[in-house]
């Protein structure tokens, strides 16, 4: 088959990754997303944060959706998974890190990081960002553009270890803005705390005076995605 070919039978491949993960995820709606590192162990006190956590948000009444392996995405689908929510694993395949865990109660597939970074956009009610790496930090900088440009509704960016991420947040400041490179109030966008029960208050908090399901203006945007 030559090239032009492959690339045209490539799109429907794409096609099918958006197409599947919208009829599963349309209905799981409100679901928060849970992101950290792949190489943290069950032992690691950041795995078992993120597994209370994420037991306290299915508990009330949240799906929570991770990348479906192993270490903090392990730790998100388990505690999902105990509680009384969806535990949704977006599962991707690389070459190495990346293989499924067990806790899933829906389980998606993807060849494409861009397909699966949508599904963590379009239905999450509020981002949970545990330490992590490159890719952690790739979906962070992902729902801060989007939110910051106005190309996603305005939800909850809670980062989770106030030690691990004071660092890049003092560089934001310091530096970022200092820089004439985003504005103060762009800080405004992230929260910082450490148990399940600021995360659940931060959640509450922003959505009292409001439903979590989107607007019709925010499902507009939402389409835009």
């Given at each position: ?78 505690g999902a998974f105990e509680g009384a929510s969806t535990s949704i694993g977006l599962n991707i395949q690389l070459p190495h890190e990346q293989q499924s865990n067990p806790y899933q109660d829906i389980s998606l ?85 450490e148990t399940p029960d600021e995360v659940l208050d931060i959640i509450f908090d922003f959505y009292e005076h409001r439903g979590f399901q989107p607007s019709a203006e925010e499902e507009e945007i939402l389409l835009?995605?």
């Amino acid at each position: 088959m030559g090239t032009q070919k492959r690339e045209a039978w490539k799109i429907f491949q794409i096609i099918a990754e958006f197409v599947d993960g919208f009829e599963q995820l349309s209905h799981v709606r409100p679901a928060i997303s849970v992101y950290g590192s792949a190489r943290l162990k069950e032992d690691h006190p950041d795995y078992q944060r993120a597994q209370a956590i994420s037991l306290a948000l299915s508990d009330a009444g949240f799906s929570v959706i991770s990348g479906g392996g192993p270490g903090i995405m392990e730790a998100a689908n388990k505690g999902a998974f105990e509680g009384a929510s969806t535990s949704i694993g977006l599962n991707i395949q690389l070459p190495h890190e990346q293989q499924s865990n067990p806790y899933q109660d829906i389980s998606l597939n993807f060849r494409h990081f861009f397909a699966r970074k949508v599904m963590f956009v379009k239905y999450a009610a509020a981002y949970v960002v545990l330490p992590g790496g490159f890719g952690t930090l790739d979906e962070l900088a992902e729902i801060l553009t989007l939110v910051q440009t106005g190309k996603t509704r305005k939800i909850p960016i809670i980062l989770i270890n106030r030690e691990f991420w004071n660092g890049l947040l003092d560089w934001f400041k310091g530096t970022l803005v200092t820089a004439g490179t985003i504005s103060e109030s762009d800080l405004e966008l992230i929260q910082i705390c450490e148990t399940p029960d600021e995360v659940l208050d931060i959640i509450f908090d922003f959505y009292e005076h409001r439903g979590f399901q989107p607007s019709a203006e925010e499902e507009e945007i939402l389409l835009e995605l």
